[in-house]
T-cell receptor, first 115, second 109 residues
Framework: ETGVTQTPRHLVMGMTNKKSLKCEQH?????MYWYKQSAKKPLELMFV???????ENNSVPSRFSPECPNSSHLFLHLHTLQPEDSALYLC??????????????FGPGTRLTVT | KNEVEQSPQNLTAQEGEFITINCSYS?????LHWLQQHPGGGIVSLFM???GKKKHGRLIATINIQEKHSSLHITASHPRDSAVYIC???????????FGGGTRVLVKP
């Protein structure tokens, strides 16, 4: 039990669908992250939220839209995705702010397939 | 060239063998993580270190900041150690992770 949960665990969606991925952390952290893991590529950072403010947007296409309503919840809204967006999407959380760095705790991931 | 390089990409060992995975990086860092990813995707943080050596059970991680190199050692390997091991560095500012490509380890009984 990592303290970071993600739903759904698996998602199949068409290119015209709109769906959302949800992440929840029960660790009292105040920074949350979205990562993408495509086949045969290293993990890539997508977004970072610290104290509910987006502090990093790593050149991610606008068809991915994050939302952080509070320090425990993080969403990734998906719309008009492409087949190449099929990947494992991982959420993580950590302490935030200075001085850092802090250990990150990962959720189990959502396996997304875009058809 | 990636900022974080791991070797080997794949490793097969017999149960009981000593395993070493290497990580080299080319940027200034404040810390380095070793992560374990099992089939199914979940990632577990094994170590975060910024100098010297850390040990947890049969796992040992070392880092040489001057040489920009870290190693993860698994002593007395066991089939349950079969996983992908990922090195990730934290840049000198912030808590962003930059990842290596991972090392897929298979330990045969």
């Amino acid at each position: 039990e990592t303290g970071v949960t993600q739903t759904p665990r698996h998602l199949v969606m068409g290119m015209t669908n709109k769906k959302s991925l949800k992440c929840e952390q029960h660790l009292g952290h105040n920074a949350m992250y979205w990562y993408k893991q495509s086949a045969k590529k290293p993990l890539e950072l997508m977004f970072v939220y610290s104290l509910e403010e987006r502090v990093e947007n790593n050149s991610v296409p606008s068809r991915f839209s994050p939302e952080c309503p509070n320090s425990s919840h993080l969403f990734l809204h998906l719309h008009t995705l492409q087949p190449e967006d099929s990947a494992l999407y991982l959420c993580a959380s950590s302490q935030g702010g200075c001085p850092g760095p802090y250990e990150q705790y990962f959720g189990p991931g959502t396996r997304l397939t875009v058809t | 060239k990636n900022e974080v390089e791991q070797s080997p990409q794949n490793l097969t060992a017999q149960e009981g063998e000593f395993i070493t995975i290497n990580c080299s990086y080319s940027v200034g860092i404040s810390a380095l993580h070793w992560l374990q990813q099992h089939p199914g995707g979940g990632i577990v943080s094994l170590f975060m270190l910024s100098s010297g050596k850390k040990k947890h059970g049969r796992l040992i991680a070392t880092i040489n900041i001057q040489e920009k190199h870290s190693s993860l050692h698994i002593t007395a390997s066991h089939p349950r150690d079969s996983a992908v091991y990922i090195c990730a560095v934290v840049r000198a500012a912030g808590n962003k992770l930059t990842f290596g490509g991972g090392t897929r380890v298979l330990v045969k009984p």
